[in-house]
């Protein structure tokens, strides 16, 4: 009885961790795909599409159809010294179906 309370409380824990780490993966293959889009964007800012692309194509282990990418330029001339954001969106989904809510997981970096 104890065994069967307590290995059911392990194998809880073990789920969790293991949905943790995926949602860990995707914070950081967003984060870097922007990353790879912002660097795009400072050589060819006016490519909105290339700068969309990149950012798919350095997106790893996530389904590269369900990421929302926006840019952002400031001003909005995409002059010299002007200011990229690039930002990532992507809709985090259980594995298991622990969660039926959906997690927002969103990544932005801003480059001069």
Do not use: H, K
Not at 8 to 37: K, P
Request: proline share 4%.
């Amino acid at each position: 009885m104890e065994f069967a309370i307590s290995a059911a409380i392990v194998i809880l824990v073990l789920i969790g961790l293991m949905e943790l780490g995926r949602y860990l993966f995707t914070v950081n293959t967003l984060r870097n795909s922007v990353r790879e889009g912002a660097r795009y964007a400072v050589v060819r800012p006016w490519d909105n599409e290339g700068i969309q692309r990149m950012v798919r194509q350095s997106v790893a282990g996530i389904d590269t159809e369900n990421v929302n990418v926006q840019v952002n330029f400031n001003p909005p001339n995409r002059a010299s010294g002007s200011v990229v954001t690039v930002t990532a969106t992507y809709q985090f989904q259980s594995v298991l179906g622990f969660f039926q809510r959906r997690i927002t997981v969103t990544a932005t970096m801003r480059v001069p």
